[in-house]
């Protein structure tokens, strides 16, 4: 997960067919774009296949197609493919269901405090003729108030969930002797109360109980305080054992305890989910649908947690954290607070949150918490300049996510550079002309067309007044600008003006071209083509359009 892209390169040398798949794609951008550029330099016969698994196909598809040259050129025509449900019909559910029940029932006796149960028995029960019949119609009828088809771990946690509730009752000395009219089959196989998410959360706290009984934490510290530990663990997680004790030590019960105490506390969590990585302090529970349920019911019980998790969180805690707590507001039976409640934490906390936001943002399925806080800084007038920089510097060159969230950032920007260079125009005005031609394209990308144009002409009239105090410096950025405003002018019909624009563009670029051929002559080439174009009434083509 936090290999760097340039480790990646080696993947080029491949010297067998070689599948290379990337889970939570939409989290690793520049590991894409590192696998992307290792591929092109693959010169081997055989084949390099690269398969992506994410949870949305959004706005981070999209940057990631658009980021790199390379990347952009090897992922054109790239399938992508929607996962629809597992088993569509009743008949594939009931048979799915029951090849769940057994592949549990073979591995459960391998589980810590798992051993002691008859667990063939149990399956032979829930899977025997009707009885799985009858758990695919409920798991259908369950899933349809909040999902639209029964997915793979709907069903194989419905499995789990039974599996582990028929064991729960049989402990309690329930009869497992089906009758004549299979009324104990049924009660074995009705589930609990309740979303399967929670019926597995249920027996996934008395294992945590009962670990921390084997190691004495019960009798120091609370239930609520080790479920607080494990929300900060799931939340933020941790890259080494420095991370996870600064971690566990910002939790309010946790924070005037001994290092020696919160270090058990470390070592519990640990075995509870062993750590997959070299270094890393622990795990965290799977599959995702549980961490979201539980992060997202101890959130809404106590939203002031996150206040201490959040300082002194490094960069990667900070991503982690949005990325999940976002994800915990859209779990289908999240509290309605969680949203605002998120919006709120970020705008509370814009240096640490705000610009993390805007990259989780293209990545999470539903960002609008996220995006709330955005717009809510870029309406806020004491937002400070330098963070509207940030924000706007972190913001993609295209997203339909972040489309209105991107014009009032940029809008907010331009308006503090204004301000700022009414008064110092030497050291702001540059930023303030480079600010409106950006917002101009934020603009046109909202159909707003005549504000866009406003924009892209005061950009044009500050890069004129630099330009001619000093042309070396500010002549290319001119010849931009004026590109710009011709594409703006034409779209709104003036083509004379337009016209005009593009002719003063292209003698720029023919003066900078004479200067420094190798930099400017594509640009010069560019220019003249749209002239020619706009002269015979064609529209701009993607090389005119939109550049910064």
């Not at 589930?191 to 004495?216: C, M, N, T």
């Not at 005061?458 to 950025?477: I, K, Q, S």
């Not at 560019?526 to 939109?546: F, N, Q, T, V």
Request: proline share 6%; net charge negative.
């Amino acid at each position: 997960r936090d290999a760097p892209a340039e480790e990646l390169a080696v993947l080029a040398d491949a010297a067998v067919p070689l599948l290379v798949i990337v889970d939570y794609a939409e989290t690793r951008p520049e590991q894409i774009t590192g696998l992307c550029r290792a591929a092109a330099g693959h010169a081997g016969s055989m084949p390099l296949r690269m398969l992506l698994l994410s949870r949305t196909a959004g706005d981070w598809w999209d940057s990631v197609r658009a980021g790199d040259p390379v990347t952009a050129e090897l992922l054109d025509g790239t399938i992508v493919a929607r996962l629809d449900a597992f088993e569509p019909e009743p008949e594939g559910q009931a048979d799915a269901y029951r090849d769940a029940v057994h592949g549990f029932s073979a591995a459960l006796p391998s589980v810590r405090g798992q051993y002691h149960h008859d667990w063939p028995t149990l399956a032979a029960h829930l899977t025997m003729p009707g009885a799985a019949e009858r758990a695919a119609e409920r798991l259908a009828r369950n899933v349809s108030r909040w999902h639209s088809e029964v997915s793979a771990l709907t069903l194989q946690m419905t499995a789990l969930a039974d599996l582990l509730d028929a064991a729960d009752r049989t402990a309690h000395h329930l009869r497992l002797e089906a009758g004549e009219h299979g009324e104990a089959v049924e009660e074995i196989a009705t589930p609990g109360p309740g979303r399967v998410e929670d019926r597995l959360l249920e027996h996934e706290k008395r294992y945590w109980r009962h670990s921390a009984d084997r190691v004495g934490l019960s009798r120091t510290l609370s239930e609520h305080c080790l479920h607080d530990a494990l929300t900060a663990a799931f939340l933020l997680g941790a890259a080494d054992i420095d991370d996870a004790d600064a971690l566990l030590g910002r939790i309010p019960a946790l924070s005037d305890q001994t290092r020696d105490r919160r270090d058990v506390v470390r070592r519990w969590i640990a075995e509870l989910y062993p750590a997959a990585g070299i270094g890393a302090p622990w795990d965290t529970l799977q599959p995702d649908r549980l961490v979201e349920r539980f992060v997202g019911s101890r959130l809404a019980a106590d939203p002031g947690l996150t206040e201490h998790l959040v300082s002194g969180a490094t960069p990667d805690q900070v991503d982690h954290l949005l990325t999940v707590y976002a994800r915990a507001a859209h779990h289908p039976a999240a509290d309605s607070r969680l949203g605002p409640n998120l919006t709120e934490l970020c705008v509370r906390h814009p240096e640490t949150l705000a610009v993390p936001a805007v990259r989780v943002a293209t990545q999470v399925e539903v960002p609008g918490p996220l995006i709330a806080a955005l717009r809510r800084l870029a309406a806020d007038l004491n937002t400070p300049w330098e963070l509207l920089v940030g924000l706007v510097n972190a913001l993609p060159q295209a997203s339909h996510n972040l489309t209105d969230a991107a014009a009032e950032l940029t809008q907010r920007l331009s308006d503090a550079y204004r301000e700022l260079a009414a008064g110092r125009p030497d050291a702001f005005l540059p930023d303030l002309a480079m600010s409106l031609n950006n917002l101009s394209n934020r603009l046109a990308d909202l159909g707003r067309r005549e504000e866009a144009l406003a924009a892209i002409t005061e950009a044009t009239e500050a890069l004129r007044e630099l330009a001619a105090a000093r042309p070396d410096a500010f002549l290319p950025d001119l010849a931009t600008s004026l590109n710009n405003l011709s594409v703006m002018l034409a779209d709104l019909g003036r083509r004379e003006e337009a016209l005009a624009a593009i002719t003063e563009a292209a003698e720029a670029y023919r003066e900078l071209a004479a200067k420094w051929p190798e930099v400017f002559e594509e640009d010069l080439r560019r220019s003249l083509g749209w002239l020619d174009r706009l002269k015979l009434g064609e529209p701009p083509g993607d090389e005119e359009a939109g550049h910064s």
